[in-house]
């Protein structure tokens, strides 16, 4: 009944490990469920023939993947074209990044988000909800934050912001309740996806230092000035580190997520933190010189091991972005490597684990080049292109050798909310190059094509 090995027959994203396809269909019966315990957490089988449908798993989160597939596979009449399926992911973490501080989505936009993403076997959110443009957790230690921090305070970077109805100008408070949160991490948990919240330490702080005026180096019209005239702004959004109240704010944070959130990982940012602040601060150079520290970059490697540790404490991880490798890498760090590929590369060859998302091949906030495409986009980012093609190409192993592949975790693509304020644009950019990105971190490398991927693109979405 059933064939050699095809490749890309059937409409499939992400594709399957193995796929054999028989003669004939099965109509509209119920799965019968079995376990194997000698497979996968998330690996399965599914055989579709004789009038059966059986999927086999170790976990319930394979049957879940099983039942994605199943979905693909049925057609418009109901019925499914006979098939054995073997299937597991090349990686463990296949992600998505929403950011939330500079444009603010609501729960039912994250839930529409979450069933898409499971759609495509993606298993982890990765939450921005921390930036200088808005604070959007509740904290209960410190309701300023989902009060003066939660609102965008001035109509900064005009040139790339928009309002839904065009204008711009001071937006918020909006942040999530703890409820909301809670109910949030249920559904997605349903849906067999992570979620993993980000709080930014110690750049992109603005919006902490506006709610606590003494956790910045530089005096205060200074600071005021910078923000007023969105000059500087990362210089600005520094925090001083300096300042023991700094680090037992962000410890009381941290309690407060870890009672919230139950993945294993915390994100706690590095990226793009200007040291310029610190250089002339008179408690940033007295935490240098009570540490042994040589220089800022190992001042804030400080700040990473500081907080590493705080979190290891209450059984967590930390993961940052690449820059937490200046100055030295806490033991058990992950890193996520965004300003190319090297970080990951440093990083697994550290014997550290990376998630590689460079941002020429995972940044979403890349317009696609498609003709059709009216999406804003940040200035910034305008004039480079990532097209679905090139979203396709990347390999999360490229450059790493063999003997460290085990360290990379995975990939991911990264929706930045400088310009998408609206759920069309959000859809538009995100869909279909996280598909793409799907496929990359879930069949790999070596058993894809992207004409075939192109392919069943183009059938999966006229089915649907």
Not at 52 to 68: D, H, K, L, N, P
Not at 181 to 207: D, T
Not at 217 to 244: E, S
Not at 304 to 309: H, L, Y
Request: glycine share 8%; proline share 5%.
């Amino acid at each position: 009944m059933f064939g050699s090995l095809l490749l890309a027959v059937l409409p499939l994203i992400p594709y399957p490990q193995s796929v054999i396809e028989g003669t004939g269909c099965v109509g509209d019966v119920a799965p019968v469920y079995e376990r194997d315990a000698s497979l996968g957490a998330e690996a399965y089988r599914l055989r579709v023939a004789d009038g059966r449908i059986v999927v086999t798993s170790a976990t319930e989160a394979g049957a879940f993947y099983a039942r994605q597939t199943l979905k693909q596979l049925r057609r418009k009449d109901g019925t499914y074209p006979s098939v054995e399926i073997a299937d597991a992911p090349a990686f463990s973490w296949r992600g998505v990044l929403l950011d939330e501080s500079r444009h603010f989505w609501g729960k039912e936009v994250v839930k529409r988000v979450l069933d898409r993403m499971a759609a495509f076997k993606l298993n982890v959110l990765h939450w921005h909800l921390t930036d200088s443009h808005g604070w959007r957790l509740q904290i209960d230690r410190y309701p300023e934050l989902t009060d003066r921090g939660a609102r965008r305070p001035i109509p900064d970077w005009d040139w790339n912001m928009r309002d839904a109805d065009g204008a711009v100008g001071e937006y918020g408070p909006y942040f999530y309740t703890k409820d909301e949160v809670r109910e949030i991490l249920a559904y997605a948990k349903a849906r067999h996806i992570r979620i993993i919240p980000e709080i930014e330490i110690p750049g992109h702080s603005r919006e902490v230092i506006l709610c606590h005026p003494s956790f910045t180096c530089l005096d205060w019209g200074t600071f005021v000035d910078m923000v007023r005239t969105c000059k500087q702004v990362d210089q600005a959004a520094a925090l001083c580190v300096g300042n023991d109240e700094v680090m037992t704010f962000f410890e009381h944070v941290f309690d407060e997520v870890c009672e919230l959130f139950p993945d294993e990982y915390v994100h706690i940012g590095g990226d793009e933190c200007p040291r310029g602040n610190w250089k002339t601060c008179p408690k940033c150079q007295k935490r240098m010189k009570d540490e042994g520290l040589k220089n800022e970059d190992e001042l804030q490697s400080w700040v990473t091991r500081r907080f590493s540790a705080y979190l290891a404490k209450k059984g967590r991880r930390i993961v940052g972005w690449d820059e937490i490798l200046s100055g030295g890498l806490p033991e058990g760090a992950t890193v996520m490597s965004w300003r190319g590929a090297e970080g990951g590369i440093a990083a697994a060859n550290q014997g550290h684990c990376a998630v590689v998302c460079p941002h020429r091949m995972c940044y979403l906030d890349y317009p696609t080049g498609e003709k059709d495409d009216t999406c804003p986009y940040p200035r910034f980012c305008a004039k480079t292109r990532l097209p679905l093609e090139k979203v396709y190409s990347f390999d999360p192993l490229a450059g790493i050798p063999e003997a460290q592949h085990k360290f990379v975790l995975g990939s991911q693509t990264l929706n930045w909310g400088e310009s998408t304020w609206t759920e069309r644009d959000l859809n538009y950019k995100m869909w279909p190059r996280t598909c793409a990105n799907a496929e990359v971190v879930w069949t790999g490398a070596k058993k894809r094509t992207y004409d075939d991927f192109r392919a069943r693109l183009d059938g999966l979405l006229k089915s649907e």
